[in-house]
């Protein structure tokens, strides 16, 4: 499984994101838009991103990547198929995707920025968009606790 991160601006999100990714096996993480790198334009450690990760952008690929849309674009040529997380009039509750039904390493899973989400037309390239059911008043999960549940029931799931 990669995963694309399109626009996630917090150093401390996209570093819990560096550690789960580790412990559920990510393949790769895309850094697209604004989301910061581990390390800045100087080449200096992100500090924030760093102490959140406990050392995992030292153990998980990842590629900077400015445009969300061409990703998408060349991993769905390349046979990935593409599933976002997202709440959208299309989507269907996280678990109730069937894993059974696609290689876990053909998989991109894309997670969006905190407040704005995925964009639509990203949304419209996705083959599938799955939410986490949310009972409560709050209408969502921050972005890191969303994808360690997604991100496991992908791995895990039926």
Same mark, same amino acid.
């Given at each position: 499984?990669? @995963? ?9 999100? %996209?570093?819990?994101? #560096?550690?789960?990714?580790? &412990?559920?096996?990510? $393949? ?5 838009? %604004? ?6 334009? #100087?080449?200096? @450690? ?5 102490? @959140?990760?406990? &050392? =995992? ?5 990842? $590629?900077?990547?400015?445009?969300? /849309? ?9 046979? #990935?198929? !593409? ?11 996280? *678990? /109730? ?5 696609? /290689? ?5 899973? @894309?997670?969006? =920025?905190? %407040? $704005?989400?995925? =964009?639509?037309?990203?949304? +419209?390239?996705?083959?599938?968009? !799955?939410?986490?059911?949310?009972? &409560? %008043?709050?209408? /969502?999960?921050?972005?890191?606790? =969303? #994808? ?7 791995? *895990?799931? +039926?």
């Amino acid at each position: 499984m990669v @995963v694309i991160l399109d626009n996630i601006r917090s150093l401390h999100n %996209v570093g819990s994101i #560096f550690r789960t990714a580790d &412990g559920v096996g990510v $393949e790769k993480l895309y850094l697209c838009g %604004v989301t910061p790198a581990p390390k800045d334009r #100087f080449g200096e @450690v992100q500090p924030q991103l760093s102490k @959140v990760s406990l &050392g =995992a952008e030292k153990t998980v690929a990842w $590629e900077k990547v400015m445009s969300t /849309s061409r990703l998408v674009t060349s991993l769905k040529k390349q046979g #990935f198929k !593409i599933i976002a997380l997202e709440q959208a009039r299309d989507s269907v509750p996280c *678990y /109730s995707l069937q894993t059974t039904n696609y /290689s876990l390493d053909r998989v991109a899973l @894309v997670l969006g =920025a905190e %407040v $704005e989400g995925i =964009a639509p037309a990203i949304l +419209k390239k996705c083959d599938t968009i !799955i939410e986490i059911p949310m009972l &409560g %008043v709050k209408e /969502s999960l921050n972005v890191s606790v =969303a #994808f360690g549940i997604a991100a496991y029931g992908l791995r *895990y799931g +039926k």
